[in-house]
């Protein structure tokens, strides 16, 4: 296993797919072509998803720590599929490569990057009406496949029992001080 920079220099790279990249479809197909009786959306997948969803929750008080608003982050993530069809968590890259190095990512890269976009940024500043031109334009066709695996407002509760350094300024702290607040409030009122 070696990262797609390494492997590029050698003569086998692109020898059974181009850019050495499958679509899950793709990928599918060659499960099906060796008889390896595995339904790659139904059963690897949704591990893929737990494990993306752990690695989040683990870390999330980490992340912007200061909680600065208007900011987002694209991380990359790296699996390996054992001989038993489990999948493993390499690594998790916060620089993650964007080169159009294959058809398949000539496609999917762009469209991530669309609808990361679409997703963390047009609700803040949205792309300005343009009346008679569709030129620059988003397509419509273009739909968002991203699947929200974490939500640090919906999912704080849970996190508040994990052993974390509390020093940090987070929504649970906040939620915490605003429960206080409530709570003096109904002294008040007394």
């Not at 208007?70 to 038993?84: A, P, V």
């Not at 974490?150 to 020093?167: C, M, S, V, Y």
Request: glycine share 2%; hydrophobic share 35%.
């Amino acid at each position: 296993m070696t990262n797609d920079a390494v492997q590029k220099k050698s003569d086998d790279y692109g020898k059974f797919e181009s850019g050495n990249k499958l679509s899950y479809n793709e990928f599918q197909k060659y499960l099906d072509n060796e008889n390896i009786k595995v339904d790659y959306l139904k059963t690897i997948l949704p591990k893929i998803k737990k494990m993306t969803t752990d690695t989040i929750r683990a870390v999330s008080r980490k992340f912007d720590p200061q909680r600065r608003n208007c900011s987002f982050e694209l991380f990359g993530y790296d699996f390996m599929i054992d001989e038993d069809m489990n999948p493993w968590l390499i690594e998790v890259n916060t620089n993650p490569c964007l080169e159009l190095a294959s058809p398949y990512l000539s496609r999917l890269i762009p469209s991530m990057l669309e609808n990361a976009i679409k997703v963390a940024v047009d609700p803040i500043f949205p792309p300005p009406p343009m009346p008679n031109s569709r030129r620059h334009q988003i397509p419509d066709a273009i739909d968002n496949r991203f699947e929200l695996v974490f939500n640090e407002r919906d999912d704080a509760a849970e996190l508040k029992n994990l052993p974390i350094d509390d020093t940090m300024i987070g929504i649970i702290e906040e939620e915490e001080m605003e429960e206080a607040g409530s709570d003096e409030d109904d002294e008040d009122d007394k």
